[in-house]
């Protein structure tokens, strides 16, 4: 299975967007869940992830601009960014946290912000 992430697209710097990932296997609700990106030349890192009891970590990079959070009803994790940066211009992708214990990365989704 290959975990989608939706969302993307192009934001001028300070602009806001959502990112959501459906994760449809049964043991969703028991897995730690991670948002990861890749800039171009750079190795991808996670960026945010969320228990399956609900405590989150963030990054320094991010934190205090972006929030994770999870539906596990829905089976669907999510990124809220805020006051976005140039430097947050990646390919993110959502998987579990250490990945692979729900599926394989998919294509991710690009964001893009411009200065």
């Known amino acids: 299975v290959q975990l989608q992430a939706f969302g993307g697209g192009f934001v001028e710097a300070g602009g806001s967007l959502t990112l959501s990932c459906a994760a449809p296997?049964?043991?969703?609700?028991?897995?730690?869940m991670g948002w990861y990106r890749q800039a171009p030349g750079k190795q991808r890192e996670l960026v945010a992830r969320?228990?399956?009891?609900?405590?989150?970590m963030h990054t320094n990079s991010v934190k205090g601009r972006f929030t994770i959070s999870r539906d596990n009803a829905k089976r669907e994790v999510y990124l809220q960014m805020n006051n976005l940066k140039p430097e947050d211009t990646a390919v993110y992708y959502c998987?579990?946290?250490?990945?692979?214990?729900?599926?394989?990365w998919g294509q991710g989704t690009q964001v893009t912000v411009s200065s």
């Open positions: 998987n579990s946290d250490p990945p692979g214990y729900l599926g394989v």
């Open positions: 296997a049964s043991s969703f609700s028991g897995t730690q």
């Open positions: 969320i228990s399956r009891t609900g405590v989150r």
